[in-house]
């Protein structure tokens, strides 16, 4: 795949989880609103919107995850980086993109695992299977490879990698 395809395919999955975090966290607002209004207007909470509610944190969580990655947003070792020769300093930002995409590919690892073990097994207060507190992890992980790989392809041809919200 060449560089700017692999460049849409990375800004296209980060817009896209992006935008699937804020509808989550919305949706988590309305979990909520709707518990609250349950509890003190009816004196009947719902009990779904809870669980669904932390279900959603779970996403909203792993996507905001995935895209800082992209987006640079994660801690970076800024202030060292300033003070080392250029050949030096390209060195150690792949050496940090390469350490975040081995923690993703962690992340997707240990995601596939755990949603195939607890798939089968339904939540209690929503009828879904439990493998879907599991499942960001995964989608996480794979965002975070690609997202460093990115980083890593643009660090190696001067590049800059722009940002998922232009």
């Known amino acids: 795949m060449n560089a700017p395809a692999f460049t849409?395919?990375?800004a296209a999955l980060s817009k896209l989880a992006l935008v699937s975090a804020v509808?989550?966290?919305?949706?988590?607002?309305?979990c909520v609103q709707l518990q609250v209004v349950g509890r003190y207007v009816f004196n009947d909470t719902p009990t779904w919107t809870e669980g669904l509610a932390m279900l959603l944190v779970l996403y909203v969580t792993a996507f905001g995850v995935a895209v800082g990655v992209r987006d640079a947003g994660h801690i970076g070792l800024e202030s060292l980086l300033v003070l080392?020769?250029?050949?030096?300093?390209l060195r150690l930002e792949l050496l940090v993109h390469a350490l975040v995409a081995g923690f993703g590919a962690l992340m997707a690892q240990s995601g596939w695992v755990w949603t195939q073990l607890k798939w089968s097994e339904p939540k209690p207060m929503l009828g879904v299977p439990e493998g879907l507190d599991y499942l960001p992890l995964l989608i996480a992980g794979v965002l975070i490879v690609l997202f460093s790989l990115e980083h890593m392809r643009a660090l190696w041809r001067g590049e800059a990698v722009r940002p998922s919200w232009y």
Request: with cysteine; proline share 6%; glycine share 0%.
């Open 8 to 10: 849409r395919l990375c």
């Open 23 to 30: 509808v989550c966290l919305i949706a988590v607002l309305l």
């Open 84 to 89: 080392l020769p250029e050949r030096w300093r």
